[in-house]
């Protein structure tokens, strides 16, 4: 099983940056994006089920960033725009692997599968 983020970078605040991970290996029944700053917990900023449903997005993120995928390739994709200097960290790609789990996407232990990370950086 492979997840290989790409897209991080750094940008100026009130910029735009496109985040893809792309996974292999096996099925995959969600798809999610976490982000961890220096001295902070690791968090859950955008996820999907390909089952369907609502994606989730923290609440820091709501009308800024819009995650999508394509369920056919294992693809998913973080649009972020408007960003801020507090959306600095480094992003990473998770994947489940359950079909029969719920799946409660803001929580770091449904995801069986994670990705190496990419460094995004918001300068003021």
């Known amino acids: 099983v492979q997840l290989q983020a790409s897209g991080g970078g750094l940008v100026q605040a009130g910029g735009s940056l496109r985040l893809s991970c792309a996974a292999s290996?096996?099925?995959?029944?969600?798809m999610g994006w976490f982000r961890q700053a220096p001295g902070k917990e690791r968090e859950c900023v955008a996820a999907?089920?390909?089952?369907?449903?609502?994606?989730y997005y923290a609440d820091s993120v709501k009308g800024r960033f819009t995650i999508s995928g394509d369920n056919a390739k294992n693809t998913v994709y973080l649009q972020m725009n408007t960003l801020k200097p507090e959306d600095t960290g480094v992003y990473y790609c998770a994947a489940g692997g359950d079909s029969s789990r719920y799946y409660y996407l803001s929580r770091s232990s449904e995801y069986d599968y994670w990705g190496q990370g990419t460094q995004v950086t918001v300068s003021s």
């Open positions: 290996g096996r099925t995959f029944y969600a």
């Open positions: 999907i089920k390909w089952s369907g449903g609502r994606p």
